[in-house]
Protein backbone atom coordinates (compact mmCIF):
# COMPACT_ATOMS: atom_id res chain seq x y z
CA UNK A 1 0.00 0.00 0.00
CA UNK A 2 0.97 3.71 -0.91
CA UNK A 3 2.43 6.04 1.90
CA UNK A 4 3.40 8.57 -0.90
CA UNK A 5 1.84 12.18 1.09
CA UNK A 6 -0.90 14.02 0.01
CA UNK A 7 -1.02 17.41 1.30
CA UNK A 8 -4.40 17.35 3.23
CA UNK A 9 -4.04 21.79 3.87
CA UNK A 10 -0.68 23.12 2.95
CA UNK A 11 -1.73 26.42 5.01
CA UNK A 12 -1.02 24.85 8.45
CA UNK A 13 2.74 25.15 7.08
CA UNK A 14 1.85 28.78 6.30
CA UNK A 15 1.69 28.93 10.12
CA UNK A 16 5.26 30.54 11.71
CA UNK A 17 5.90 29.12 15.18
CA UNK A 18 8.77 30.54 16.36
CA UNK A 19 10.81 29.25 19.17
CA UNK A 20 13.50 26.63 20.70
CA UNK A 21 11.37 25.10 23.09
CA UNK A 22 10.74 21.13 23.30
CA UNK A 23 7.05 22.11 23.07
CA UNK A 24 7.67 24.64 19.89
CA UNK A 25 9.61 22.02 18.33
CA UNK A 26 6.93 19.45 18.61
CA UNK A 27 4.26 22.14 17.54
CA UNK A 28 6.02 22.92 14.14
CA UNK A 29 6.06 19.10 13.68
CA UNK A 30 2.35 18.48 14.69
CA UNK A 31 1.45 21.58 12.16
CA UNK A 32 3.25 20.03 9.24
CA UNK A 33 1.59 16.00 9.96
CA UNK A 34 -1.28 17.86 9.71
CA UNK A 35 -0.26 19.42 6.58
CA UNK A 36 0.83 16.55 5.23
CA UNK A 37 -1.73 13.71 6.00
CA UNK A 38 -4.19 15.17 7.96
CA UNK A 39 -5.53 15.22 11.59
CA UNK A 40 -5.62 11.44 11.52
CA UNK A 41 -1.62 11.34 11.54
CA UNK A 42 -1.25 13.67 14.48
CA UNK A 43 -2.22 11.53 16.79
CA UNK A 44 0.04 8.58 16.25
CA UNK A 45 3.13 11.36 15.91
CA UNK A 46 2.39 13.37 18.80
CA UNK A 47 2.23 10.24 20.93
CA UNK A 48 5.30 8.49 19.38
CA UNK A 49 7.36 11.44 20.09
CA UNK A 50 6.39 11.72 22.93
CA UNK A 51 7.46 8.26 23.81
CA UNK A 52 11.02 9.30 22.58
CA UNK A 53 11.36 11.19 25.75
CA UNK A 54 12.89 8.95 28.63
CA UNK A 55 10.59 7.65 31.34
CA UNK A 56 7.40 7.91 28.53
CA UNK A 57 7.08 11.11 28.74
CA UNK A 58 6.21 13.69 32.11
CA UNK A 59 3.05 14.64 32.35
CA UNK A 60 4.61 18.41 32.88
CA UNK A 61 5.74 17.74 29.29
CA UNK A 62 2.84 16.94 27.99
CA UNK A 63 1.06 19.68 29.75
CA UNK A 64 3.33 22.19 27.90
CA UNK A 65 2.99 20.76 24.27
CA UNK A 66 -0.46 21.13 25.15
CA UNK A 67 -0.23 24.77 26.76
CA UNK A 68 1.58 25.36 23.35
CA UNK A 69 -1.42 24.41 21.30
CA UNK A 70 -3.29 26.01 23.20
CA UNK A 71 -1.23 29.51 22.88
CA UNK A 72 -1.44 29.25 18.89
CA UNK A 73 -5.40 28.58 19.23
CA UNK A 74 -5.74 31.71 21.41
CA UNK A 75 -3.49 33.85 19.53
CA UNK A 76 -5.28 32.42 15.75
CA UNK A 77 -9.08 33.79 17.10
CA UNK A 78 -7.85 36.69 18.39
CA UNK A 79 -6.32 37.45 15.25
CA UNK A 80 -9.39 36.23 13.56
CA UNK A 81 -11.42 39.43 15.53
CA UNK A 82 -9.36 41.61 13.40
CA UNK A 83 -10.76 39.98 9.68
CA UNK A 84 -13.67 41.31 7.86
CA UNK A 85 -15.74 38.51 9.05
CA UNK A 86 -19.47 37.68 9.43
CA UNK A 87 -21.13 38.33 12.48
CA UNK A 88 -21.95 35.10 12.68
CA UNK A 89 -18.64 33.61 12.44
CA UNK A 90 -16.91 36.94 14.16
CA UNK A 91 -19.17 35.21 16.94
CA UNK A 92 -18.12 32.17 16.72
CA UNK A 93 -14.16 33.44 16.71
CA UNK A 94 -14.50 35.48 20.06
CA UNK A 95 -16.28 32.55 21.57
CA UNK A 96 -13.94 30.13 20.88
CA UNK A 97 -11.30 32.26 21.73
CA UNK A 98 -12.51 32.36 24.89
CA UNK A 99 -12.42 29.20 25.37
CA UNK A 100 -8.78 28.87 24.33
CA UNK A 101 -7.67 31.40 27.12
CA UNK A 102 -9.78 29.38 29.93
CA UNK A 103 -7.50 26.13 28.38
CA UNK A 104 -4.25 27.79 28.68
CA UNK A 105 -5.10 29.44 32.12
CA UNK A 106 -6.05 25.74 33.45
CA UNK A 107 -3.14 23.91 31.90
CA UNK A 108 -0.27 26.84 32.80
CA UNK A 109 -2.67 26.14 36.43
CA UNK A 110 -2.17 22.10 36.38
CA UNK A 111 1.39 22.59 35.76
CA UNK A 112 2.11 24.97 38.74
CA UNK A 113 0.24 22.46 40.90
CA UNK A 114 2.66 19.60 39.77
CA UNK A 115 5.72 21.65 40.35
CA UNK A 116 6.33 22.21 36.74
CA UNK A 117 7.03 25.14 34.80
CA UNK A 118 4.63 26.82 32.01
CA UNK A 119 6.20 27.26 28.83
CA UNK A 120 6.12 30.54 27.38
CA UNK A 121 3.98 31.59 24.16
CA UNK A 122 5.88 31.14 21.28
CA UNK A 123 5.83 33.59 18.63
CA UNK A 124 3.65 33.23 15.72
CA UNK A 125 2.66 34.04 12.63
CA UNK A 126 -0.51 33.33 10.76
CA UNK A 127 -1.48 33.25 6.95
CA UNK A 128 -3.64 36.24 5.55
CA UNK A 129 -7.43 34.63 5.32
CA UNK A 130 -10.31 36.14 3.94
CA UNK A 131 -13.77 34.29 6.12
CA UNK A 132 -13.67 30.90 3.57
CA UNK A 133 -10.27 30.50 4.40
CA UNK A 134 -10.23 31.48 7.90
CA UNK A 135 -12.95 28.69 8.58
CA UNK A 136 -11.11 26.32 6.76
CA UNK A 137 -8.05 26.77 8.27
CA UNK A 138 -9.99 27.00 11.58
CA UNK A 139 -11.39 23.80 11.32
CA UNK A 140 -8.04 22.21 10.55
CA UNK A 141 -6.55 23.42 13.50
CA UNK A 142 -9.20 22.57 16.03
CA UNK A 143 -9.21 18.98 14.27
CA UNK A 144 -5.44 18.73 14.53
CA UNK A 145 -5.50 20.25 18.15
CA UNK A 146 -8.02 16.74 18.64
CA UNK A 147 -5.71 14.79 17.15
CA UNK A 148 -2.86 16.08 19.26
CA UNK A 149 -4.88 15.53 22.43
CA UNK A 150 -6.17 12.12 21.60
CA UNK A 151 -2.58 11.27 20.76
CA UNK A 152 -0.74 12.91 24.11
CA UNK A 153 -3.22 10.66 26.53
CA UNK A 154 -2.14 7.67 25.68
CA UNK A 155 1.90 9.00 27.67
CA UNK A 156 -0.15 10.47 30.60
CA UNK A 157 0.43 8.61 33.36
CA UNK A 158 -2.05 10.28 36.35
CA UNK A 159 -5.45 9.87 36.09
CA UNK A 160 -6.51 13.46 37.25
CA UNK A 161 -4.22 15.10 34.46
CA UNK A 162 -6.17 12.80 31.94
CA UNK A 163 -9.17 13.66 33.19
CA UNK A 164 -8.42 17.23 32.54
CA UNK A 165 -6.95 16.88 29.28
CA UNK A 166 -10.48 15.23 28.45
CA UNK A 167 -12.76 17.82 29.25
CA UNK A 168 -10.60 20.18 26.90
CA UNK A 169 -10.37 17.76 24.10
CA UNK A 170 -13.94 17.42 24.18
CA UNK A 171 -14.23 21.51 23.99
CA UNK A 172 -12.10 21.00 20.98
CA UNK A 173 -14.29 18.13 19.09
CA UNK A 174 -17.61 20.75 19.33
CA UNK A 175 -15.34 23.73 18.06
CA UNK A 176 -14.35 21.65 14.89
CA UNK A 177 -18.27 20.58 14.80
CA UNK A 178 -19.54 23.72 14.77
CA UNK A 179 -16.98 24.95 12.00
CA UNK A 180 -17.77 21.87 9.91
CA UNK A 181 -21.02 23.05 10.35
CA UNK A 182 -20.54 26.90 9.36
CA UNK A 183 -18.55 25.32 6.09
CA UNK A 184 -21.60 23.47 5.17
CA UNK A 185 -20.33 19.86 5.32
CA UNK A 186 -21.28 16.93 7.90
CA UNK A 187 -20.46 17.62 11.82
CA UNK A 188 -19.12 14.09 11.93
CA UNK A 189 -18.50 13.06 8.79
CA UNK A 190 -16.88 9.51 10.21
CA UNK A 191 -16.83 6.98 12.65
CA UNK A 192 -13.39 7.32 13.35
CA UNK A 193 -10.11 8.98 11.66
CA UNK A 194 -7.65 7.45 9.33
CA UNK A 195 -4.32 6.57 11.49
CA UNK A 196 -0.36 6.16 10.23
CA UNK A 197 2.59 5.13 11.82
CA UNK A 198 4.53 7.63 13.66
CA UNK A 199 7.83 6.92 11.29
CA UNK A 200 5.74 7.54 7.82
CA UNK A 201 4.75 10.39 9.06
CA UNK A 202 8.30 11.88 10.40
CA UNK A 203 9.51 11.34 6.96
CA UNK A 204 7.16 12.98 5.12
CA UNK A 205 7.15 15.89 7.16
CA UNK A 206 11.23 16.18 8.06
CA UNK A 207 11.47 18.90 5.14
CA UNK A 208 8.91 21.66 6.76
CA UNK A 209 10.27 21.64 10.40
CA UNK A 210 12.84 24.15 11.06
CA UNK A 211 14.11 24.79 14.25
Known amino acids: MSCAPRFADPSLVAIE ?15 AAGAVFGAGAVGPFVGGALAQKGGGGADVDILNFALTLEYLETAFYERALRLPL ?12 EHEREHV ?7 DQLGGDPVRAPELAFPRTGERAFLRLAQTLEETGVSAYNGAAVMIGSAEVLAAAG ?19 EPAPRPTDESLE ?3 VRKAIDPFVKS
Open 167 to 185: TIVQVEARHAAAIRLQRGL
Open 105 to 111: EALRDTI
Open 198 to 200: MEQ
Open 17 to 31: VRGVTRSAFLLRSTL
Open 86 to 97: STEVRGLARNFG
